[in-house]
C-alpha cells in the first residue's frame, strides 16, 4: 500500500467505527408461538398501513406452514425495539402473518377473499406433503400442533438506543422478502424509521373526503399499492421542492420525504399551514370538477372521460395554487366559473398535447404543464 494512501484509510475505518458506535443490535432466536403472543398481547406492532402489504395467495401461506411442519429453514425477521421494549415489524411480514392466520388472529379485509379475525387458515397447494390440504389448525393433531408452536426463527433487533438515520438506511436497503412492493409501500415501511410524523401526516390526508371523491377513478390495486398516499406526497413535494425536481420522480419523491422526515436535516414544513392549503385546494376541486378532477379529453376533444392522469393531477392542484387565496369553496357562483375554466383548461389541444405522451417526467414539462394551469386561472378569474 502507497505510503501516501495511509491516512485516508486511517479516516474511512474512523468513520465506519464512528458509525458502529451508534449501532446497538440484538439477534433472538424465538418460536412462532411466543411472536403470536407478542402481537397479541401488543408487543409486537405490525401497524395497519402496513399490514395491508400483507399480499400473499392462500397456497404461498400454506406452503410456508408446510416448511415450518418439515423443519426448513426460515429468513430472519428484523424489528426495531421501540419504548418500553415493543417491537415494530418491517421485515418479516408475509411469514407471521401466514402463521397468524393460520391460528385465526389475522385481519385483513384489503385480501381478495378477505381474512377477519377467527378465520382459521385452510392449508392449499401444499406439494411436498399433498395430505395436508384440506387441514385447518385444529385438523393437525397435537403433535404437529406443538411442532409448529415450537418452530423457531432468527429475529434481528435494532436496538431502540441506535441512530435513527442507521436504522433508516439499513432497512432501506433489506431486500429479504418475495413480495415486490410499491415506492410508496416502501416510503410507508422505511421513512417512518426516522420520524412517523410526515408519513402518518399523509396517510391521514389521503383519507380526506374531498381527496378521494376527486381521486375515486384510481383503481382498487393503485389503492392498496398506496398510490393515493403517493398522489399527497406529490403535491407537497412539487408544490415546495420541485426547483429541485430533475427527472426521475420515485428518487425526488423519496429524497423530498427523506429531508423532511430527517432529524439531521429536518426540512422546513408548517404542518397546520399545509393541511389547510391541501383541504381548500380539494375542496375547491371537489365541488368544479369531482371525480373528472384529473381525467382528460375523449377523442372528439369535446367532453371528458372517466381516468385518471397523474400529469392532470400534478399540473391542476399545483397550478390552482396561484390563485387558491382568492377562492371560496362556498361561492357557488365562483365555483361555477372555476369549474368551465378547469373543463376550458382539460379540452385545450394545447394543454393535450403536453399531458399526453412520453417524456414528460421532466422538469421543463412539468413546469410547463403546471404554469399552463396557473396562467389560465389567473387570466380567467
Not at 458509525?19 to 446497538?24: D, E, F, G, I, S
Not at 398501513?49 to 426460515?74: H, K, T
Request: hydrophobic fraction near 40%.
Amino acid at each position: 500500500m502507497p505510503r501516501e494512501a495511509e491516512p485516508n484509510v486511517v479516516a474511512l475505518l474512523s468513520a465506519i467505527d464512528d458509525t458502529l458506535v451508534k449501532v446497538h443490535t440484538q439477534s433472538l432466536d424465538l418460536s412462532f408461538n411466543e411472536l403470536l403472543d407478542m402481537y397479541k398481547d401488543q408487543e409486537l406492532d405490525i401497524s395497519p398501513d402496513y399490514q395491508r402489504l400483507f399480499q400473499w395467495p392462500e397456497g404461498a401461506r400454506s406452503r410456508f406452514i408446510e416448511s415450518l411442519l418439515l423443519e426448513m429453514p426460515v429468513p430472519p425477521i428484523y424489528v426495531v425495539e421501540q419504548e418500553e421494549g415493543r417491537y415494530l415489524l418491517i421485515d418479516g411480514l408475509q411469514r407471521i402473518s401466514s402463521y397468524l392466520h393460520l391460528r385465526g388472529e389475522l385481519s385483513a379485509p384489503h385480501l381478495d377473499p378477505p381474512v377477519e379475525k377467527g378465520e382459521k387458515l385452510t392449508l392449499i397447494d401444499c406439494d411436498i406433503v399433498p395430505e395436508l390440504n384440506g387441514r385447518t389448525y385444529d385438523d393437525l393433531g397435537t403433535a404437529l400442533q406443538i411442532r409448529l408452536k415450537r418452530a423457531f426463527v432468527r429475529v434481528e433487533v435494532v436496538r431502540k438506543g441506535s441512530d435513527p438515520r442507521f436504522k433508516y438506511f439499513m432497512f432501506k436497503r433489506l431486500n429479504t422478502g418475495g413480495q415486490a412492493l410499491t415506492p410508496q409501500q416502501v416510503r410507508n415501511c422505511t421513512i417512518r424509521l426516522l420520524d412517523p410524523t410526515f408519513n402518518d401526516f399523509i396517510i391521514e390526508l389521503s383519507k380526506t373526503e374531498d381527496f378521494a371523491r376527486c381521486t375515486d377513478s384510481l383503481t382498487q390495486s393503485a389503492k392498496l399499492g398506496a398510490f393515493d398516499q403517493e398522489l399527497v406526497l406529490r403535491f407537497f413535494a412539487f408544490k415546495n421542492y420541485r426547483d429541485n425536481f430533475s427527472h426521475d420522480v420515485e428518487d425526488f419523491l423519496t429524497e423530498y420525504m427523506e429531508k423532511i422526515s430527517d432529524p439531521a436535516i429536518r426540512l422546513p414544513f408548517n404542518y397546520d399551514l399545509e393541511r389547510e392549503v391541501f383541504i381548500k385546494t380539494f375542496a375547491v376541486l371537489d365541488r368544479t370538477l369531482a371525480e373528472h378532477s384529473f381525467s382528460y379529453a375523449n377523442k372528439k376533444r369535446d367532453g371528458l372521460v372517466s381516468g385518471f392522469s397523474v400529469y392532470h393531477f400534478e399540473a391542476i392542484t399545483v397550478g390552482l395554487q396561484s390563485v387558491l387565496g382568492k377562492l371560496d369553496p362556498n361561492d357557488n357562483a365562483q365555483m361555477l366559473v372555476l369549474r368551465d375554466l378547469l373543463r376550458a383548461i382539460k379540452l385545450d389541444p394545447e394543454f393535450i398535447k403536453i399531458t399526453t405522451g412520453g417524456g414528460r417526467n421532466s422538469s421543463g414539462p412539468l413546469r410547463e404543464r403546471i404554469d399552463f394551469v396557473g396562467g389560465h386561472l389567473q387570466a380567467g378569474l
